[in-house]
């Protein structure tokens, strides 16, 4: 298995927030106690709205926590017990004693960072980070021959990693001869995968974006009981499912905002539709201009 895999955490940041020091010790506990779990977005806002209000977690009820956070106050009851406590009670003590220990100057406003902009940041760390990931040149090769040369070549994404499936197969039936994209769930994924293998295809390449569906990796498995390669975009994450992938390349999201984002992902569509031209670059080349004269005679931009 290629693997190119950074490590990732629930909650990520530790930047600062409207309100000043973002409480980078509240932060931690929380990703302590969420460890191996994934948040819901409800528990997400709650906690990003306690780190942003760390100097008032110890006055705050639970339904001022809600109305604060946007949720319901039962989805503040549920994100206590999903940390471990007892209830909201306990969990207010637990993070008062911890905001009590926070240091009480905060930064200059010209350097404080809105939510926002903190997840911006961090969708900039993780590109960082993907850079060191794409040192390892053989695995990048080695994953954009194989998909070259898989004819057809599968590319599957449901749910959420419908749009990055979209994107890489617009641009890879550019270059590759027979591109089919999977992005309906069900019975229809078994009948199109064995449709494919039957034409010749030997890779499935699958954008796995979380929460990791169980009708994407049932898909996966499918897939090799039929004898082909799997080939995985993915977070890091996904790797707790197993052995599942022959190919990996992970990178990092971001997880600060109610909704995941990741930047990371779609620069490794790029990175991977070149390497597939790489591998097959007479084919690629001859493919491009011959699209080229056509959208020229067709008019198809305003250019």
Avoid: W
Wanted: with cysteine; hydrophobic share 45%.
């Amino acid at each position: 298995m290629s693997d190119l895999t950074p490590d990732s955490a629930p909650l990520s940041g530790d930047a600062l927030s409207e309100g000043g020091i973002n409480g980078p010790a509240l932060r931690a506990e929380i990703e302590k106690r969420l460890s191996g779990q994934r948040p819901t977005p409800a528990h997400r806002r709650i906690a990003q709205c306690l780190i942003d209000h760390i100097a008032e977690i110890g006055f705050l009820s639970s339904m001022e926590l809600a109305n604060l956070a946007k949720v319901s106050q039962p989805s503040v009851s549920r994100f206590a017990v999903a940390l471990g406590f007892d209830g909201f009670l306990e969990m207010r003590r637990c993070f008062r004693a911890i905001s009590a220990s926070q240091p009480a100057t905060t930064r200059s406003s010209e350097v404080a960072l809105n939510k926002y902009q903190v997840a911006a940041s961090n969708e900039v760390a993780n590109i960082t980070d993907l850079i060191s990931q794409l040192s390892d040149m053989t695995a990048i090769r080695d994953f954009g021959h194989a998909l070259a040369m898989s004819r057809p070549l599968v590319v599957l994404g449901l749910r959420a990693s419908i749009g990055l499936a979209q994107h890489f197969a617009f641009y890879a039936s550019k270059v590759h001869p027979d591109v089919r994209l999977i992005v309906c769930g069900g019975s229809l994924v078994d009948d199109q995968l064995e449709q494919a293998h039957a034409a010749g295809a030997s890779v499935l390449l699958a954008f796995v974006m979380p929460l990791h569906p169980k009708e994407t990796v049932n898909a996966l498995q499918s897939a090799k009981q039929l004898g082909m390669k799997v080939a995985v975009v993915s977070d890091p994450g996904f790797l707790s499912h197993g052995k599942i992938a022959d190919m990996f390349i992970g990178a990092r999201i971001n997880s600060n905002l109610v909704f995941d984002s990741s930047a990371a992902s779609a620069v490794l569509i790029s990175v991977i539709l070149d390497a597939m031209c790489d591998a097959i670059p007479e084919e690629a080349e001859s493919k491009l201009e011959r699209i080229d004269k056509s959208s020229l005679k067709r008019k198809v931009f305003l250019r």
